[in-house]
């Protein structure tokens, strides 16, 4: 019980960083490497708000949400898209050198030291079935199921899903019908930050904060999204939720020594067997 | 034909062969030249990447497929290098070529299945593979060493009873194999399977529609690009006789990438450039370390925006257009 509800708590942060892959992947059909950036850059500006400038937690979350979306869109707009190459190889080498910045200017900021997040309520377990969770997880399951449901909203019943819907689907024809597809991939962009910076905000204060925090988490998530099928919301939930399941069992009766491998190791194995993933078309 | 068409005909059929005159000349002289052992040290380390870098550079610039795990290969080939030797006490010389063998089998197992994939598949399986073997070298420490670096005393190479000990003789072994190892390059680019693979590059559908077996290209040379990187490897070990797991993480692999793209993708000379310039960057912004990465971020989006080809690559095309007008027009010139 505690391991499944440890899984399942790792495995919502990775389904919304699978997310935020998905949404990028489908309006640009690129795999955006600043995704686990975004994790990181979540995790400091909200212990900026909240630490150093004293403000409310939920303003904090608010606050470091939105920074991080409006610093993704700034990527889309500043980098991807001058790019005067429409190469797959010459975007996704983008996207790690913009990374690779990233966290230089991470790095250059907040130092080098690990930080403690404040959890959004208390450090007081909860004994629940013969299980401790903290407050925190139950803060991210909830988060997460709630992001999940508006990310749905926005899909099903907004123009801009619509907009970023009609993209994905066909890029060309979303031009001549009119939409501003530039824009619509800045929103893109921006709803990854949100999700990422999102993920960085509710996991930081389990595993502390520094400036590269992200990259295994994110990549961990990236994990996710293709073991459910790259490009699928359901699959990157679901895939997210499997890989957290399946690395705290591992942990749990295994080794914790090669937690983290565990992750790749079955997603290699995925894309032996069965490369487009578990909710691939 | 005035001298200087003469000089260009000439420089035409025989450019590759000239160069590499010219390049092994520049070897041989270098030491005569500069005999510091920091500076020689130093180059001793870019040929070393030079090496991976001329794999790297024929899968991802000719075949353009994605690999982000290369320092994996790379690592492979160090640790098995040291192991066999350290171990098993076999000779330095066999156990590199073994390793090297090994190495190929292990990358045609992951590249069997994984090449038929593209792009971001190709690009996670790579980097999945990377992690694993990062993790299972700083995890596995009765073998590997943990993350202290490999126990035991590794023999520098020798050759007949002269050991390369010293940064002059290594620097002669390790520029000759890079020597080799260009030659080899070069010549491959030009035969029928470097011809496939451009094609392949371009577009799949029309290789494999003129009857390149698209998929059996790339994993020949993805085994190949392995090959190269556990051969640097095994040099890194009996080397600098030291290793331990930091040298092969996945940043490790992104720095190679960023040094194919400097030089240019599908250029064998250019790979040498990336490779010297991202090598030596960090001893020569030393003051800088802490915006080491910035500097190395800004380099590779920079040349991405403006030379997607590659930044040699970039300029030359560049020249040989502004040249080409020219001769069209007289008049603007």
Same mark, same amino acid.
């Given at each position: 019980m505690q391991f499944i509800l440890g899984g399942l708590t790792s495995g919502a942060i990775y389904a919304l960083i699978a997310l935020g892959f998905c949404v990028v992947n489908n309006t640009?059909?690129?795999?955006? =490497?600043?995704q686990v950036d975004f994790v990181s850059l979540g995790g400091m500006l909200f212990y900026t708000c909240?630490?150093?400038?004293? =403000?409310p937690i939920s303003v904090g979350v608010v606050g470091a949400v939105a920074g991080v979306a409006v610093i993704a869109a700034l990527v889309e707009l500043l980098a991807?898209?001058? $790019?005067?190459?429409?190469n797959q190889l010459v975007l996704i080498f983008l996207t790690i050198g913009v990374s690779i910045i990233m966290r230089g200017v991470m790095k250059l900021i907040w130092g080098e030291n690990r930080m403690a997040v404040p959890s959004l309520s208390g450090d007081e377990p909860i004994h629940l079935m013969g299980a401790t969770i903290m407050p925190q997880a139950i803060w991210i399951l909830a988060l997460t199921a709630l992001a999940i449901i508006l990310l749905i909203a926005l899909f099903r019943y907004t123009s801009i899903g619509l907009a970023m819907r009609g993209v994905a689907a066909n890029n060309r024809a979303a031009k001549i019908i009119g939409l501003n597809t530039g824009r619509v991939k800045s929103m893109s962009f921006a709803l990854a930050g949100a999700l990422g910076g999102l993920a960085g905000i509710l996991v930081t204060p389990l595993t502390t904060l520094n400036?590269?925090?992200?990259?295994l988490l994110g990549l961990k998530g990236f994990a996710g999204a293709i073991l459910g099928g790259f490009g699928s919301f359901t699959g990157a939930v679901i895939g997210g939720l499997a890989l957290g399941l399946m690395e705290s069992l591992t942990a749990g009766? =295994?080794?914790? $020594?090669y937690k983290d491998v565990v992750a790749f190791v079955i997603l290699l194995i995925v894309l032996f067997i069965r490369p487009k993933g578990i909710m691939g078309r | 034909m005035s001298p200087a068409e003469r000089i260009r005909f000439f420089w035409t059929r025989h450019g590759n062969s000239c160069s590499l005159a010219l390049f092994l000349i520049a070897i041989l002289t270098l030491p005569l030249i500069q005999d510091n052992p920091y500076y020689l040290g130093l180059s001793n380390q870019v040929a070393i990447n030079v090496i991976i870098v001329l794999g790297l550079n024929l899968f *991802?610039?000719?075949?353009?497929q994605i690999s982000l795990g290369h320092a994996a290969f790379f690592a492979l080939g160090a640790y098995g290098s040291a192991i066999l030797t350290?171990?098993?006490?076999?000779w330095p010389w066999p156990a590199m070529f073994v390793t090297a063998a090994l190495v190929g089998l292990v990358a045609l197992a992951i590249g /069997?299945?994984? /090449?038929r994939l593209s792009g971001h598949y190709l690009a996670m399986a790579t980097l999945g593979f990377n992690i694993v073997v990062y993790t299972v070298l700083l995890q596995?420490?009765? *073998?590997?060493?943990?993350?202290d670096g490999f126990i035991g005393i590794i023999e520098p190479l020798s050759v007949g009873t002269l050991p390369m000990d010293t940064e002059i003789r290594f620097h002669y072994l390790v520029w000759g194999m890079v020597f080799v190892l260009i030659a080899l390059c070069l010549n491959l680019v030009r035969s029928g399977v470097g011809r496939s693979l451009a094609t392949l590059a371009a577009d799949e559908r029309a290789a494999s529609a003129l009857g390149v077996n698209t998929g059996l290209a790339k994993v020949k040379i993805f085994a190949l690009s392995a090959v190269f990187a556990s051969l640097a490897g095994s040099l890194y070990s009996h080397c600098f006789l030291f290793i331990n797991p930091d040298t092969f993480s996945i940043f490790r692999s992104i720095d190679f990438v960023i040094m194919v793209v400097v030089g240019g993708l599908g250029s064998v000379w250019g790979g040498l450039f990336g490779a010297g310039l991202i090598t030596c960057l960090p001893e020569l912004l030393d003051a800088f370390e802490a915006y080491k990465d910035i500097i190395h971020g800004l380099i590779l989006v920079l040349i991405l925006l403006f030379f997607p080809q590659g930044f040699v690559t970039g300029l030359m095309d560049l020249w040989r257009t502004r040249r080409a007008l020219k001769k069209q027009m007289p008049d603007n010139a």
């Amino acid at each position: 019980m505690q391991f499944i509800l440890g899984g399942l708590t790792s495995g919502a942060i990775y389904a919304l960083i699978a997310l935020g892959f998905c949404v990028v992947n489908n309006t640009m059909g690129i795999v955006n =490497f600043v995704q686990v950036d975004f994790v990181s850059l979540g995790g400091m500006l909200f212990y900026t708000c909240v630490v150093m400038y004293g =403000f409310p937690i939920s303003v904090g979350v608010v606050g470091a949400v939105a920074g991080v979306a409006v610093i993704a869109a700034l990527v889309e707009l500043l980098a991807l898209r001058p $790019a005067r190459s429409d190469n797959q190889l010459v975007l996704i080498f983008l996207t790690i050198g913009v990374s690779i910045i990233m966290r230089g200017v991470m790095k250059l900021i907040w130092g080098e030291n690990r930080m403690a997040v404040p959890s959004l309520s208390g450090d007081e377990p909860i004994h629940l079935m013969g299980a401790t969770i903290m407050p925190q997880a139950i803060w991210i399951l909830a988060l997460t199921a709630l992001a999940i449901i508006l990310l749905i909203a926005l899909f099903r019943y907004t123009s801009i899903g619509l907009a970023m819907r009609g993209v994905a689907a066909n890029n060309r024809a979303a031009k001549i019908i009119g939409l501003n597809t530039g824009r619509v991939k800045s929103m893109s962009f921006a709803l990854a930050g949100a999700l990422g910076g999102l993920a960085g905000i509710l996991v930081t204060p389990l595993t502390t904060l520094n400036y590269d925090v992200g990259v295994l988490l994110g990549l961990k998530g990236f994990a996710g999204a293709i073991l459910g099928g790259f490009g699928s919301f359901t699959g990157a939930v679901i895939g997210g939720l499997a890989l957290g399941l399946m690395e705290s069992l591992t942990a749990g009766y =295994f080794s914790s $020594a090669y937690k983290d491998v565990v992750a790749f190791v079955i997603l290699l194995i995925v894309l032996f067997i069965r490369p487009k993933g578990i909710m691939g078309r | 034909m005035s001298p200087a068409e003469r000089i260009r005909f000439f420089w035409t059929r025989h450019g590759n062969s000239c160069s590499l005159a010219l390049f092994l000349i520049a070897i041989l002289t270098l030491p005569l030249i500069q005999d510091n052992p920091y500076y020689l040290g130093l180059s001793n380390q870019v040929a070393i990447n030079v090496i991976i870098v001329l794999g790297l550079n024929l899968f *991802v610039g000719y075949a353009g497929q994605i690999s982000l795990g290369h320092a994996a290969f790379f690592a492979l080939g160090a640790y098995g290098s040291a192991i066999l030797t350290v171990n098993f006490g076999i000779w330095p010389w066999p156990a590199m070529f073994v390793t090297a063998a090994l190495v190929g089998l292990v990358a045609l197992a992951i590249g /069997l299945p994984t /090449l038929r994939l593209s792009g971001h598949y190709l690009a996670m399986a790579t980097l999945g593979f990377n992690i694993v073997v990062y993790t299972v070298l700083l995890q596995w420490d009765k *073998v590997t060493g943990g993350p202290d670096g490999f126990i035991g005393i590794i023999e520098p190479l020798s050759v007949g009873t002269l050991p390369m000990d010293t940064e002059i003789r290594f620097h002669y072994l390790v520029w000759g194999m890079v020597f080799v190892l260009i030659a080899l390059c070069l010549n491959l680019v030009r035969s029928g399977v470097g011809r496939s693979l451009a094609t392949l590059a371009a577009d799949e559908r029309a290789a494999s529609a003129l009857g390149v077996n698209t998929g059996l290209a790339k994993v020949k040379i993805f085994a190949l690009s392995a090959v190269f990187a556990s051969l640097a490897g095994s040099l890194y070990s009996h080397c600098f006789l030291f290793i331990n797991p930091d040298t092969f993480s996945i940043f490790r692999s992104i720095d190679f990438v960023i040094m194919v793209v400097v030089g240019g993708l599908g250029s064998v000379w250019g790979g040498l450039f990336g490779a010297g310039l991202i090598t030596c960057l960090p001893e020569l912004l030393d003051a800088f370390e802490a915006y080491k990465d910035i500097i190395h971020g800004l380099i590779l989006v920079l040349i991405l925006l403006f030379f997607p080809q590659g930044f040699v690559t970039g300029l030359m095309d560049l020249w040989r257009t502004r040249r080409a007008l020219k001769k069209q027009m007289p008049d603007n010139a």
